[in-house]
């Protein structure tokens, strides 16, 4: 197997593990010959690379993620990674200090955003 080919398994093992096999399986579904290549990058290179390097343990990571998704309005995104975060072990309490956190550096419109995307993930895991 080649060394792309290795890093997509890798890559696509963790997004697995993270996101869970129902998201990752609706995304592939909607895959098609646009989207393919952008799919295959996120995997190899996101998934692959980032998330599997051994500096930061994955609730860490999700910390990070959720405060990036904050700051850049991602909040589609954001619903997504509280999934993982959960996933990733964090507890209800740190995601919502991660949020009282992104209200300081990121501001209170955003983190206001933020904390009904993450309410509502929350009221769906229970």
């Known amino acids: 197997m080649s060394i792309d080919g290795e890093r997509h398994a890798e890559g696509m093992r963790t997004r697995r593990e993270v996101?869970?096999?129902?998201?990752?399986d609706r995304a592939e579904a909607r895959k098609d010959a646009f989207t393919e290549d952008f799919q295959d990058l996120i995997t190899r290179y996101a998934w692959g690379?980032?998330?599997t390097?051994?500096?930061?343990?994955?609730?860490?990571?999700s910390c990070?993620?959720?405060t990036a998704m904050v700051a850049g309005?991602?909040?589609?995104e954001l619903a997504?990674?509280?999934?993982?975060?959960?996933r990733n072990g964090l507890t209800r309490e740190e995601i919502k200090?991660?949020?009282?956190?992104t209200a300081i550096y990121c501001g209170v419109p955003a983190a206001n955003s933020?904390?009904?995307v993450a309410q509502r993930v929350l009221a769906e895991q229970e």
């Open 19 to 24: 996101l869970g096999d129902a998201h990752v």
């Open 73 to 76: 309005g991602h909040l589609d």
């Open 49 to 51: 690379e980032i998330w």
């Open 97 to 101: 200090e991660v949020l009282l956190q």
């Open 80 to 86: 997504m990674h509280v999934r993982a975060a959960l």
């Open 114 to 116: 933020a904390f009904a």
């Open 64 to 66: 990070i993620t959720l």
């Open 53 to 61: 390097r051994p500096g930061l343990d994955r609730r860490t990571r």
